[in-house]
């Protein structure tokens, strides 16, 4: 059973989400950041941090992933539409706008192959490990249900 959700409960997602995406930089700026300043506007001061327009760029993807979730992952706005569905029009959303932001923002080198790869690779393993976390927090709520359940029908 899904709260009803108010303003304030979307602004928490987004800046959530968009915490989560800011620590996965941080990592990759710290790990990669040198030498990655050359080929990416996302890295481009290297170990020293993020800038104002990348965590910007950052902010706008995490809205949009906000907006994806509320429009495919809830029903909100679509009623008739089945799981499967709904995921691969979530993550192909994400997948779009990440394409774009790279090309608009020079995230990497959009004509070198080795940069697709590695775009792929990463986002293939964010993905798996958002669907991991999302199965986990999944079961232990119907955990948490199932007792609440068994606990009313001891009560009876």
């Known amino acids: 059973m899904e709260d009803r959700k108010t303003i304030f409960s979307y602004i928490g997602q987004l800046f959530a989400t968009y915490g989560i995406i800011v620590v996965i ?10 030498g990655a300043k050359e080929h990416s506007s996302l890295f481009e001061i290297g170990k020293q941090g993020l800038t104002l327009a990348t965590l910007f760029q950052l902010l706008i ?48 080198p959009v004509t070198e192959v080795k940069a697709w790869i590695g775009f792929g690779v990463s986002f293939v393993i964010c993905t798996a490990l958002s669907i991991i976390i999302s199965k986990l927090e999944e079961n232990a709520e119907n955990k948490k249900m199932e007792q609440a359940l068994a606990k009313l029908q001891s009560d009876k």
């Open 25 to 34: 930089f941080m990592i990759f700026s710290v790990t990669i950041g040198d």
């Open 61 to 108: 993807l995490a809205f949009i992933i906000t907006v994806a979730q509320i429009l495919f992952l809830t029903d909100k706005l679509i009623k008739n539409m089945n799981l499967i569905a709904r995921n691969v029009c979530f993550f192909g959303c994400i997948v779009v706008a990440m394409i774009v932001f790279a090309v608009c923002f020079d995230w990497f």
